[in-house]
T-cell receptor, first 113, second 111 residues
Framework: DAGVTQSPTHLIKTRGQQVTLRCSPK?????VSWYQQALGQGPQFIFQ???????QRGNFPDRFSGHQFPNYSSELNVNALLLGDSALYLC????????????FGSGTRLTVV | RKEVEQDPGPFNVPEGATVAFNCTYSNSASQSFFWYRQDCRKEPKLLMS???SGNEDGRFTAQLNRASQYISLLIRDSKLSDSATYLCVVNGGGSNYKLTFGKGTLLTVNP
């Protein structure tokens, strides 16, 4: 049973560029959440997708956008990259409901130079 | 007040020691609570859910006090392999679906 898969694993981009990160949820999960984790910090919530819509959003600017597809997979897009966007980006999937923990992918490590 | 606050750490303990992690949360509407473990440069992994009655999984015991909005994790007979960052995690409750993570507490178990 495949867990959460993310691609790519590592990425180096230049300031001002755009990036797209991809996530396939664990089989049976229909909810996808994206998190940003800076070094030494806990993961910070970016947004959550359910039924192909953004259901909830954290305190991130509009440069961060996403999408969920009918097969529940998801993309995270970041425009006009800043140096401060360098972080580990984690995708987490779960079943819908408040009592389910998340299963995380191994993340995409983004470096903006 | 931060949504989820944890002991800043780091904790350095010898093998076999008992270590306790503490966490407080600000949203009284939160409905579910978890402890995650994160190894260096890896993704967080669910260690255990935390229930109001308290729950145990082998050497790990989790407690929840809703009145005090306090969560704890106790590790007994610590092993070298327990070395990791422990993250306290709380859901928002109601229509607040997200899981909020604490900053994490680094544990190093020494031989």
């Amino acid at each position: 049973d495949a867990g959460v898969t993310q691609s790519p694993t590592h990425l180096i981009k230049t300031r001002g560029q755009q990036v797209t990160l991809r996530c396939s949820p664990k089989s049976g999960h229909d909810t996808v959440s994206w998190y940003q984790q800076a070094l030494g910090q806990g993961p910070q919530f970016i947004f959550q997708y359910y039924e192909e819509e953004e259901r909830q959003r954290g305190n991130f600017p509009d440069r961060f956008s996403g999408h969920q597809f009918p097969n529940y997979s998801s993309e995270l897009n970041v425009n006009a990259l800043l140096l401060g966007d360098s972080a580990l980006y984690l995708c987490a999937s779960s079943s819908n409901g408040p009592f389910y923990g998340y299963t995380f992918g191994s993340g995409t490590r983004l470096t903006v130079v | 007040r931060k949504e989820v606050e944890q002991d800043p750490g780091p904790f350095n303990v010898p093998e076999g020691a008992t270590v306790a992690f503490n966490c407080t949360y600000s949203n009284s509407a939160s409905q579910s609570f978890f402890w995650y473990r994160q190894d260096c440069r890896k993704e967080p992994k669910l260690l255990m859910s935390v229930y109001s009655s308290g729950n145990e999984d082998g050497r790990f015991t989790a407690q929840l006090n809703r009145a005090s909005q306090y969560i704890s994790l106790l590790i007994r007979d610590s092993k070298l392999s327990d070395s990791a960052t422990y993250l306290c995690v709380v859901n928002g409750g109601g229509s607040n679906y997200k899981l909020t993570f604490g900053k994490g507490t680094l544990l190093t178990v020494n031989p």
